[in-house]
T-cell receptor, first 112, second 115 residues
Framework: QKEVEQDPGPLSVPEGAIVSLNCTYS??????FMWYRQYSRKGPELLMY????GNKEDGRFTAQVDKSSKYISLFIRDSQPSDSATYLC????????????FGKGTHLIIQP | GAVVSQHPSRVICKSGTSVKIECRSL??????MFWYRQFPKQSLMLMAT?????????EQGVEKDKFLINHASLTLSTLTVTSAHPEDSSFYIC???????????FGSGTQLSVL
């Protein structure tokens, strides 16, 4: 079993819909949780950064972490075609950026 | 967020030649930088961890002599693909973290095509 599981998709939704992206993890030592957005042939861009359980909101994006169930989510409200990209979740146990574990990434398509 | 610059963005080379890719942290110092490889529609695969002033740490299965890493300063790491072959064609991405924190910032990537 991989440490971080993520459905690769593709996930296709109409413009304006609420998007829910999810990951599960198995390592209970993970304390830091991140979401990256990657456009085709570009480097990943850090979208959200969360420590421990709880919610964090930034504009149309909300990151949610439930450590009890080892489940992390990214919600995108009022989705736009420009949100079409691959979204990668990443987990870390702390003490430095080495050891960052990525999910496979979910390919998201927002239909105009 | 912090800025990581990577060059070149794209390189095409003949089989047997060597290619150097540069990764710079523009507004912070990075004692550690990371090199990833990504195949189409696949996730990031960590190749090696580059440590300033010391030898890089390579992941299992990554050839040290094939992928030479130099981290001579706190803002620059280079990856040299030696004697490149078509199977080395891939998207290479570097990343770095300010103050050894958990946030990792990525370069824009280098698409290597070996003919």
């Amino acid at each position: 079993q991989k440490e971080v599981e993520q459905d690769p998709g593709p996930l296709s939704v109409p413009e304006g819909a609420i998007v829910s992206l999810n990951c599960t993890y198995s390592n209970s030592a993970f304390q830091y949780f991140m979401w990256y957005r990657q456009y085709s042939r570009k480097g990943p861009e850090l979208l959200m950064y969360t420590y421990s359980s709880g919610n964090k909101e930034d504009g149309r994006f909300t990151a949610q972490v439930d450590k009890s169930s080892k489940y992390i989510s990214l919600f995108i409200r009022d989705s736009q075609p420009s949100d079409s990209a691959t979204y990668l979740c990443a987990c870390h146990s702390g003490g430095g950026a080495d050891g960052l574990t990525f999910g496979k990434g979910t390919h998201l398509i927002i239909q105009p | 967020g912090a800025v990581v610059s990577q060059h070149p963005s794209r390189v095409i080379c003949k089989s047997g030649t060597s290619v150097k890719i540069e990764c710079r942290s523009l507004d912070f110092q990075a004692t550690t930088m990371f090199w990833y490889r990504q195949f189409p529609k696949q996730s990031l695969m960590l190749m090696a961890t580059s440590n300033e002033g010391s030898k890089a740490t390579y992941e299992q299965g990554v050839e040290k002599d094939k992928f030479l890493i130099n981290h001579a300063s706190l803002t620059l790491s280079t990856l040299t693909v030696t004697s490149a072959h078509p199977e080395d064609s891939s998207f290479y991405i570097c990343s770095a973290s300010p103050m050894a924190g958990e946030k990792l910032f990525f370069g824009s990537g280098t698409q290597l095509s070996v003919l």
